[in-house]
């Protein structure tokens, strides 16, 4: 067995299927949308080589485009700066819970685990400007004046689909905090204590460094699914009002499937994978140090 498991040709046979399933899925979609980038194809007939003409549209003369990338990077920025200290925070807190340690987790991560259709059509009716639970609460409240159109103005309609993702997603990120600071060894908590270690030196001087692959990899994560975000926009705005809730995902599927741009829609899509690959280098030489072993 070692010896056939030490043979080179003997490994390339035996992953060469899965090499063979992943380029068929991945690659072979990934080149055929770039082949149909520089074209003018509607999905149905004949399509014209336009080279370039689809990017420099893009990036020259669609602000569409340009607000659906800004939205991305401002609900990136939303789960770095909000959600996930959020999330790291409460899983630190959470191991000094006692007996509620197992109900709270599970309530916690009850949001990720609904139906996006659920959330975002709950969320919708909580929102709504007439009959929606949080203006009425206001109301209720004495804060009449802050009732808002929330997803009818522009700038609201924004903050909301910002909140609500965040809000849905907060168990994803909850749960990769929580099983990092469960996998931190009991005994050097003990030593920290013995040493007379604090609560708070604890969590910051050495649960904290040692999250470091943790926060590295939800950060990542995080941003990737920011620039995918689709179903709960398409679900609560459709992109609108005027475009101000447009992302890539929602905006490429209009194109190719509301007024059937395919070869425009693929240039979106391209430049959509260019984007994320981009942002996770990035992101992996910010974060790019040594931690220790635990």
Partial sequence: MHRMMSDKRTIFLMMAPGFAVFFAIVFIPVF?????????????????????????????????????????????????LIQHPLAVATAMILQYCGRAEKALRTILFIPSIISGFVTSKMWVQILSTQFGLLNRLLDAVGLSTWRQDWLGSSSWAIASIIFVAMWQGFGYAFLLYYTGV?????????????????????????????????????????????????????????????????????????????????????????????????????????????????
């Fill in 182 to 294: 469960k996998g931190i060894p009991q005994d050097l908590h003990e030593a920290a204590r013995l040493d007379g270690a604090t609560a708070w030196q604890l969590n910051t001087r050495i649960v904290l460094p040692l999250l470091q692959p943790v926060i590295r990899t939800s950060i990542i994560l995080a941003f990737i699914a920011a620039f995918k975000q689709m179903d709960t926009v398409y679900l609560m705005t459709q992109g609108g009002p005027d475009n101000s809730t447009q992302f890539l995902a929602t905006y490429l599927y209009q194109k190719a499937f509301s007024i059937n741009l395919y070869g425009y829609a693929n240039a979106i899509s391209v430049l959509f994978i260019i984007v994320c690959l981009l942002v996770t280098a990035a992101l992996n030489r910010m974060g790019r140090q040594e931690v220790g072993e635990f």
């Fill in 32 to 80: 055929v949308s770039l082949f149909y980038s520089f074209t003018d194809w509607d999905g149905i007939s004949a399509y014209r080589m336009v080279g370039l003409h689809n990017y420099r549209e893009l990036l020259l003369h669609d602000p569409v485009f340009w607000k659906a990338l800004r939205n991305a990077f401002l609900l990136g920025g939303a789960f770095l």
